[in-house]
């Protein structure tokens, strides 16, 4: 009996483990949870590349920088961002459900079974059966990031939602065979990450500034006529 080494198979099982934290992201109540989910995703996500940055004796650049930037980007910088602006904002630490844990895992299990149908007829050369199995979680990960979007009330929710289908794009651009967009692709959902959490930091900091600063002379008055109205009773 022969036995295939692991190293064959890990592009498959960490693309399997990019699966199982969206369907986390679907299912996850606390916020803390679904933001660590999203950093483990992305982790995912970078070790992946970097695996298929080696290709023979030799490193791919490209692949290589998208695994740089997968990693330091997005399964770093966004989910500490992210981690941040809830605490500055104040977001409860538990979302509701439009639909309960179990109903969300059997969506997500139709969805899963819906891309497996869409892609498998797919044609992709040598090694197809890898790579189709490897589109078809990538076209997954887009519908549970869809559906988290459309069924999480939160907006962090929402964002990760959001994040997480970036995450399944760009697992996309890397299991079709020869596409030359991948670091342009990653990059600029990378900025679309950044851009949607400076954005929320903006957004807050608005309010802060709206609260800290005075209202203006309208609001001093009453308060100065207030207080010569008490002066004046107090002389009587």
């Not at 986390?24 to 989910?37: E, F, H, V, Y």
């Not at 809830?86 to 997500?108: K, M, N, Y």
């Not at 065979?177 to 991948?182: A, S």
């Amino acid at each position: 009996m022969r036995f295939e080494p692991v190293s064959a198979d890990l592009p498959q099982l960490l693309a399997g483990g990019m699966l199982l934290c969206g369907f986390a992201l679907l299912c996850l109540r606390r916020s803390g949870g679904a933001i660590l989910a999203y950093a483990l995703q992305s982790l995912l996500l970078a070790l992946l590349a970097g695996w298929l940055a080696r290709s023979g004796s030799m490193w791919r650049a490209e692949l290589l920088a998208v695994a740089t930037v997968a990693l330091l980007g997005r399964a770093l910088a966004v989910p500490l961002g992210l981690r941040r602006l809830s605490r500055r904002l104040g977001l409860p630490g538990e979302a509701a459900l439009h639909l309960g844990i179990g109903s969300s895992l059997i969506l997500g299990t139709v969805l899963l079974g819906f891309a497996t149908v869409v892609v498998w007829p797919a044609a992709m050369g040598a090694g197809g059966m890898a790579a189709r199995a490897t589109l078809a979680v990538a076209l997954a990960l887009l519908l549970l990031g869809l559906a988290t979007v459309l069924l999480r009330r939160d907006p962090l929710s929402q964002g990760l939602g959001i994040l997480s289908l970036e995450n399944g794009l760009v697992l996309a651009a890397l299991a079709v065979p020869g596409l030359p967009e991948v670091l342009e692709l990653t990059l600029a959902s990378l900025i679309l990450a950044l851009a949607m959490v400076a954005g929320a930091f903006l957004f807050h900091l608005r309010f802060e500034l709206a609260a800290w600063m005075p209202h203006g002379p309208e609001g001093g008055a009453p308060i100065e006529d207030a207080g010569s109205g008490k002066a004046m009773e107090e002389g009587t």
